[in-house]
Protein backbone atom coordinates (compact mmCIF):
# COMPACT_ATOMS: atom_id res chain seq x y z
CA UNK A 1 0.00 0.00 0.00
CA UNK A 2 2.92 2.36 0.80
CA UNK A 3 4.33 1.72 -2.75
CA UNK A 4 1.61 2.65 -4.71
CA UNK A 5 1.24 6.05 -2.31
CA UNK A 6 4.71 7.20 -2.57
CA UNK A 7 4.47 6.47 -6.37
CA UNK A 8 2.03 8.32 -7.04
CA UNK A 9 3.10 11.29 -4.71
CA UNK A 10 6.39 11.17 -7.19
CA UNK A 11 4.59 11.25 -9.82
CA UNK A 12 2.15 14.34 -8.55
CA UNK A 13 5.89 15.99 -7.72
CA UNK A 14 7.26 15.42 -11.17
CA UNK A 15 4.18 16.62 -13.07
CA UNK A 16 3.90 19.61 -10.52
CA UNK A 17 7.63 20.58 -11.18
CA UNK A 18 7.01 19.86 -14.99
CA UNK A 19 3.70 22.12 -14.98
CA UNK A 20 5.61 25.19 -13.11
CA UNK A 21 9.01 24.40 -14.16
CA UNK A 22 10.25 27.55 -16.34
CA UNK A 23 12.45 27.34 -19.38
CA UNK A 24 15.06 30.22 -20.44
CA UNK A 25 17.07 30.69 -23.44
CA UNK A 26 20.61 31.75 -22.94
CA UNK A 27 22.24 33.11 -25.66
CA UNK A 28 26.17 34.05 -24.74
CA UNK A 29 29.67 35.09 -25.91
CA UNK A 30 33.05 34.64 -23.94
CA UNK A 31 36.85 33.81 -24.19
CA UNK A 32 38.15 30.65 -23.33
CA UNK A 33 41.94 30.45 -22.42
CA UNK A 34 44.08 27.49 -21.71
CA UNK A 35 45.32 26.16 -18.38
CA UNK A 36 48.22 24.24 -18.68
CA UNK A 37 49.26 24.95 -21.95
CA UNK A 38 52.31 23.14 -22.98
CA UNK A 39 52.79 22.45 -26.53
CA UNK A 40 56.53 20.38 -26.99
CA UNK A 41 56.20 19.80 -30.89
CA UNK A 42 58.42 22.96 -32.20
CA UNK A 43 55.51 23.42 -35.23
CA UNK A 44 52.99 23.87 -32.68
CA UNK A 45 54.46 25.86 -29.78
CA UNK A 46 53.00 29.01 -31.11
CA UNK A 47 49.40 28.05 -31.45
CA UNK A 48 46.97 29.81 -29.73
CA UNK A 49 45.75 29.78 -26.13
CA UNK A 50 42.70 31.33 -26.31
CA UNK A 51 39.77 31.55 -28.88
CA UNK A 52 36.53 33.67 -29.14
CA UNK A 53 33.44 31.60 -28.17
CA UNK A 54 29.71 31.61 -29.38
CA UNK A 55 27.15 29.44 -27.34
CA UNK A 56 23.61 28.88 -26.81
CA UNK A 57 21.59 27.12 -23.89
CA UNK A 58 18.70 26.50 -21.89
CA UNK A 59 17.83 26.92 -18.14
CA UNK A 60 15.08 24.52 -17.20
CA UNK A 61 13.90 25.22 -13.50
CA UNK A 62 12.85 22.73 -11.38
CA UNK A 63 11.91 23.87 -8.52
CA UNK A 64 9.84 27.14 -8.54
CA UNK A 65 8.70 27.87 -5.08
CA UNK A 66 9.98 24.75 -3.67
CA UNK A 67 13.42 25.54 -2.28
CA UNK A 68 15.00 28.56 -0.84
CA UNK A 69 17.05 28.38 -4.02
CA UNK A 70 16.26 27.91 -7.52
CA UNK A 71 17.85 24.57 -9.22
CA UNK A 72 17.48 24.25 -13.04
CA UNK A 73 19.52 21.71 -15.72
CA UNK A 74 21.13 23.76 -18.15
CA UNK A 75 22.54 22.28 -21.36
CA UNK A 76 24.16 23.78 -23.56
CA UNK A 77 26.17 23.79 -26.99
CA UNK A 78 28.88 26.50 -27.81
CA UNK A 79 32.10 26.79 -30.80
CA UNK A 80 35.20 27.99 -30.69
CA UNK A 81 36.24 31.00 -33.15
CA UNK A 82 39.98 30.20 -33.46
CA UNK A 83 40.41 30.77 -36.84
CA UNK A 84 44.00 30.26 -39.25
CA UNK A 85 47.22 31.33 -38.36
CA UNK A 86 50.55 30.50 -40.01
CA UNK A 87 52.69 28.57 -37.38
CA UNK A 88 56.46 28.26 -38.47
CA UNK A 89 55.74 28.28 -41.92
CA UNK A 90 52.54 26.15 -42.10
CA UNK A 91 49.43 27.40 -42.83
CA UNK A 92 46.76 25.89 -39.82
CA UNK A 93 43.12 25.96 -39.17
CA UNK A 94 41.84 25.49 -35.41
CA UNK A 95 38.45 25.09 -34.04
CA UNK A 96 36.34 23.63 -31.38
CA UNK A 97 33.17 22.30 -29.66
CA UNK A 98 31.67 21.89 -26.58
CA UNK A 99 28.60 20.11 -25.22
CA UNK A 100 27.44 20.71 -21.62
CA UNK A 101 24.53 19.69 -19.28
CA UNK A 102 25.16 21.49 -15.71
CA UNK A 103 23.12 21.97 -12.40
CA UNK A 104 22.82 24.97 -11.27
CA UNK A 105 21.67 26.49 -7.87
CA UNK A 106 20.34 29.68 -8.20
CA UNK A 107 20.62 31.81 -4.83
CA UNK A 108 18.58 34.48 -4.80
CA UNK A 109 14.62 35.05 -4.59
CA UNK A 110 13.71 34.93 -8.39
CA UNK A 111 12.12 38.61 -8.23
CA UNK A 112 15.77 39.94 -6.90
CA UNK A 113 17.52 42.21 -8.95
CA UNK A 114 20.89 40.82 -8.57
CA UNK A 115 21.60 37.19 -8.19
CA UNK A 116 24.53 34.97 -7.75
CA UNK A 117 24.34 31.47 -9.00
CA UNK A 118 26.98 28.21 -8.93
CA UNK A 119 26.85 24.91 -10.66
CA UNK A 120 28.70 21.82 -11.64
CA UNK A 121 28.37 19.40 -14.35
CA UNK A 122 29.78 17.45 -17.12
CA UNK A 123 31.03 18.38 -20.75
CA UNK A 124 31.97 16.94 -24.11
CA UNK A 125 34.70 18.68 -25.97
CA UNK A 126 36.35 18.55 -29.62
CA UNK A 127 39.66 20.57 -30.72
CA UNK A 128 41.01 20.49 -34.47
CA UNK A 129 44.01 21.16 -35.57
CA UNK A 130 44.56 21.10 -39.70
CA UNK A 131 47.73 21.55 -40.60
CA UNK A 132 47.61 21.54 -44.15
CA UNK A 133 47.04 18.69 -45.36
CA UNK A 134 46.53 16.58 -42.49
CA UNK A 135 43.48 17.11 -39.37
CA UNK A 136 44.81 16.10 -35.89
CA UNK A 137 41.66 15.72 -33.71
CA UNK A 138 41.02 15.37 -30.23
CA UNK A 139 37.84 14.81 -27.51
CA UNK A 140 37.54 14.78 -24.01
CA UNK A 141 34.57 14.06 -21.41
CA UNK A 142 35.00 15.94 -18.15
CA UNK A 143 33.56 18.47 -15.58
CA UNK A 144 32.35 21.69 -15.41
CA UNK A 145 32.83 24.47 -12.78
CA UNK A 146 30.85 27.43 -12.95
CA UNK A 147 29.81 30.52 -10.81
CA UNK A 148 27.92 33.58 -12.39
CA UNK A 149 25.46 36.77 -11.50
CA UNK A 150 22.41 37.60 -13.04
CA UNK A 151 20.90 40.93 -13.20
CA UNK A 152 17.37 41.80 -13.27
CA UNK A 153 14.08 40.14 -12.15
CA UNK A 154 12.60 40.07 -16.06
CA UNK A 155 11.77 38.84 -19.10
CA UNK A 156 15.42 39.61 -19.87
CA UNK A 157 18.43 39.42 -17.47
CA UNK A 158 21.89 39.94 -18.51
CA UNK A 159 24.23 37.63 -16.97
CA UNK A 160 27.92 37.12 -16.23
CA UNK A 161 29.93 33.91 -15.39
CA UNK A 162 33.69 32.12 -15.45
CA UNK A 163 33.47 28.51 -16.28
CA UNK A 164 36.40 25.81 -15.27
CA UNK A 165 36.52 23.16 -17.75
CA UNK A 166 37.93 19.97 -16.41
CA UNK A 167 39.15 18.65 -19.92
CA UNK A 168 41.74 18.08 -21.70
CA UNK A 169 41.13 17.15 -25.90
CA UNK A 170 44.45 17.51 -26.63
CA UNK A 171 44.75 15.23 -30.25
CA UNK A 172 46.59 11.80 -29.84
CA UNK A 173 49.01 13.32 -32.40
CA UNK A 174 50.29 15.92 -30.40
CA UNK A 175 50.24 13.96 -26.88
CA UNK A 176 52.84 11.50 -28.61
CA UNK A 177 54.60 14.10 -30.43
CA UNK A 178 57.73 13.15 -32.64
CA UNK A 179 60.16 14.46 -29.91
CA UNK A 180 58.97 12.01 -27.55
CA UNK A 181 57.91 14.50 -25.04
CA UNK A 182 54.20 15.11 -24.10
CA UNK A 183 52.11 17.96 -25.12
CA UNK A 184 48.47 19.03 -23.60
CA UNK A 185 45.95 21.72 -24.28
CA UNK A 186 45.42 21.65 -20.82
CA UNK A 187 41.89 22.40 -19.01
CA UNK A 188 40.25 25.76 -19.87
CA UNK A 189 38.90 28.48 -17.62
CA UNK A 190 36.11 31.19 -19.72
CA UNK A 191 34.74 34.11 -19.08
CA UNK A 192 31.25 34.30 -20.59
CA UNK A 193 28.50 37.22 -20.91
CA UNK A 194 24.96 37.03 -22.40
CA UNK A 195 21.44 37.25 -21.74
CA UNK A 196 19.06 35.24 -20.21
CA UNK A 197 14.76 35.14 -22.23
CA UNK A 198 12.06 34.16 -20.94
CA UNK A 199 9.43 32.46 -22.37
Do not use: C, H, W
Not at 49 to 76: C, E, N, Q, W, Y
Amino acid sequence: MRIPLLLAALVGLFAASTVDAQVRFLPYVGYQTNAGYDVEEEDFEDAKKGAFLVGLGADIGITPGVLPIGVSFRPSVETLIIGSEEVNGIDTNQSGFRASLDAIGDFAPPLSPVGVYAGVGVTYVTYNIEVTPIDFDGSAVGANLILGARFGGGFIQPFVQGRYSLADPTPDELDEDTTGEDSNLGNSFAVQAGVSIGL
